[in-house]
């Protein structure tokens, strides 16, 4: 399984971005899990979004709920985190990862794409 991420650059606070995520590698179960996380400079990396592969599910970092949204598109084995409303403590690298199941580990991760947000 491959992942890649993209869609992140600078934005000023207020303003919205999307980021992708594009799956390959196999044919993806229903158990599937995906999931978004972040690494801002001199921190530990936290979770901010997942949902199963069906849809089921969606958690989301409180410090981000009502202004992120995780979906995914089937057809094109591609997974989103639109942000909207973004702050500058939102500033970070952005990773997309994937799990067998919700009870595993994330256990394949994409490349991260940087979301800047400043005036």
């Known amino acids: 399984v491959q992942l890649q991420a993209f869609g992140g650059g600078l934005v000023q606070p207020g303003g919205f971005l999307r980021l992708s995520c594009a799956a390959s590698?196999?044919?993806?179960?229903?158990?599937?899990?995906i999931g978004w996380f972040r690494q801002a400079p001199g921190k530990e990396r936290e979770f901010v979004a997942s949902?199963?592969?069906?849809?089921?599910?969606?958690k989301y970092l409180d410090s981000v709920k009502d202004r992120f949204t995780i979906s995914r598109n089937l057809s094109k084995n591609n997974f989103y985190l639109q942000m909207n409303s973004l702050k500058p403590e939102d500033t970070a690298i952005y990773y997309c990862?994937?799990?067998?199941?919700?009870?595993?580990?994330?256990?394949?991760w994409g490349q991260g794409t940087l979301v800047t947000v400043s005036s």
């Open positions: 990862a994937m799990r067998p199941d919700r009870n595993k580990p994330y256990s394949t």
């Open positions: 590698g196999r044919t993806f179960s229903s158990f599937y899990n």
């Open positions: 949902i199963d592969w069906t849809g089921i599910g969606p």
